[in-house]
């Protein structure tokens, strides 16, 4: 007699197991109707919600060089880039020169992106210290 009760208790368990792995199998939706004895639950599928992910927003940089001081500005970042004894830094205000001083010297539009030091030695070249805009060309850009 106690082997027909294991025998019936073992078959039940293959049972639910076997419902559980042919739910899990076809995608079943909802749950799965378990004899409340074995205390299975398997959420379906459709029912685990998906992961959060934050939206990624990229600004590109929009740098001004002032060729007078050495400095370049991004108002994307509101950031001033310049060489600090050999490195570069970027702080939000620029050194030696006040914000109002600085904006009112000559200036010229970057339509680089990325790093100002990437573009610093070509720049300095082609806008020397004593440069200024031709007249009439005061929004020149330079690539």
């Avoid at 310049?82 to 030696?96: F, H, K």
């Avoid at 339509?111 to 082609?126: G, L």
Wanted: proline letters at 10%.
């Amino acid at each position: 007699m106690d082997n027909t009760k294991h025998f019936f208790k073992a078959k039940r368990i293959q049972l639910v197991l076997g419902a559980a792995l042919l739910a899990t199998l076809t995608g079943c939706a909802g749950y799965m109707d378990a004899p409340q004895s074995a205390g299975v639950y398997m959420p379906a599928p459709m029912d685990i919600p998906p992961p959060m992910v934050e939206p990624t927003i990229v600004v590109q940089d929009d740098y001004v060089y002032y060729p007078s001081y050495g400095v370049y500005y991004s108002s994307s970042q509101r950031q001033y880039a310049y060489q600090d004894r050999g490195e570069w830094v970027s702080r939000p205000s620029p050194r030696d020169v006040s914000v109002d001083v600085l904006h009112a010297s000559p200036s010229v539009r970057m339509n680089f992106h990325d790093s100002p030091a990437t573009h610093h030695t070509e720049i300095v070249r082609q806008y020397p210290k004593n440069w200024a805009p031709a007249r009439g060309n005061e929004n020149e850009k330079h690539d």
